[in-house]
Nanobody, 126 residues
Framework: QVQLVESGGGLVQAGGSLRLSCAAS????????MGWFRQAPGKEREFVAH???????YYADSVKGRFTISRDNAKNTVYLQMNSLKPVDTAVYYC????????????????????WGQGTQVTVSS
């Protein structure tokens, strides 16, 4: 199990950029599959991006081409670079992880992850 702490959220104008960070404790981070999810008021938590322990990446269609997920195993940190932000991107963003590999698109589902951060607020103004 790892503890996850997100940072980097804030208020930004439409078209702007933010980089979220998720710092993980524990020695086995390099074997963890990691994901970013978001939850807007009144809506369910939804998948944003996933990175496997080997570095393969996957994105929700709504953020493809605008967001980039990456990881630095030496720093036990996963990042979400968000460019060309839109008001619809406004949400609390959560990072999540689980040891091993998530197969067959299971990384889209919140139930596939064991560990969650507390979330960081991203607000995009029009």
């Amino acid at each position: 199990q790892v503890q996850l702490v997100e940072s980097g959220g804030g208020l930004v104008q439409a078209g702007g950029s933010l980089r979220l960070s998720c710092a993980a404790s524990g020695r086995t981070f390099n074997r963890y599959a990691m994901g970013w999810f978001r939850q807007a008021p009144g809506k369910e938590r939804e998948f944003v991006a996933h990175i496997s322990w080997s570095g393969s990446t996957y994105y929700a269609d709504s953020v493809k081409g605008r967001f980039t997920i990456s990881r630095d195993n030496a720093k036990n940190t996963v990042y979400l670079q968000m460019n060309s932000l839109k008001p619809v991107d406004t949400a609390v963003y959560y990072c999540a992880g689980r040891v091993g590999t998530l197969y067959s698109g299971s990384f889209y589902y919140t139930r596939s992850y064991d560990d969650w951060g507390q979330g960081t607020q991203v607000t995009v103004s029009s």
